[in-house]
C-alpha cells in the first residue's frame, strides 16, 4: 500500500520558516518526480513546488512564481522523504499543504498528472 505521509506544518508569524517533509512508503519513488500543492479555503489546489530530471535527465525542480527564492524543495532517497523548507511566510501562504508523487520521472506543475497523494498538513500563518 503506496502511502505519503506529511508533517511539519503549524502556526507560525509572518516572516517565519517551516519546513514540510513528506515520507513516502509501499514503493520506491527515487525515479520518480514529487510535488507540493496546497489549498486554500475557498480556493484551488495550486502548484507549489516540484524535484524531478528534465527531458535530457538532469534533475531539476520547479517553483510558483510566488515560491520562487522563498521555497526549497529536496528529496532524500535514502530516507524516501521529500521536503519543503519555507522561509520568508506570509499569511497568504495559509493552506493546506499536499505532497504528490507520480510514477514518471518528468516534472510537471498540474495535480492531475500526479498518481499519489498525501492526506495534507495545515500551515497557518499569523500577520
Known amino acids: 500500500q503506496v502511502q505519503l505521509v506529511e508533517s511539519g506544518g503549524g502556526l507560525v508569524q509572518a516572516g517565519g520558516s517551516l519546513t514540510l517533509s513528506c515520507a513516502t512508503s509501499?514503493?520506491?519513488?527515487?525515479?520518480?518526480?514529487m510535488a507540493w500543492f496546497r489549498q486554500a479555503p475557498g480556493k484551488e489546489r495550486e502548484f507549489v513546488a516540484a524535484?524531478?530530471?528534465?527531458?535530457?535527465?538532469?534533475?531539476?525542480?520547479n517553483y510558483a512564481d510566488s515560491m520562487q527564492g522563498r521555497f526549497t524543495v529536496s528529496r532524500d532517497n535514502a530516507k524516501n522523504t521529500v521536503s519543503l523548507r519555507m522561509n520568508s511566510l506570509k499569511p497568504e501562504d495559509t493552506a493546506v499543504y499536499y505532497c504528490?508523487?507520480?510514477?514518471?520521472?518528468?516534472?510537471?506543475?498540474?495535480?492531475?498528472?500526479?498518481?499519489?497523494w498525501g492526506q495534507g498538513t495545515q500551515v497557518t500563518v499569523s500577520s
Open positions: 504528490a508523487a507520480r510514477s514518471g520521472r518528468a516534472v510537471y506543475t498540474t495535480s492531475h498528472e500526479y498518481d499519489y
Open positions: 509501499g514503493r520506491t519513488f527515487s525515479n520518480s518526480a
Open positions: 524535484i524531478g530530471w528534465n527531458w535530457v535527465g538532469s534533475s531539476m525542480t
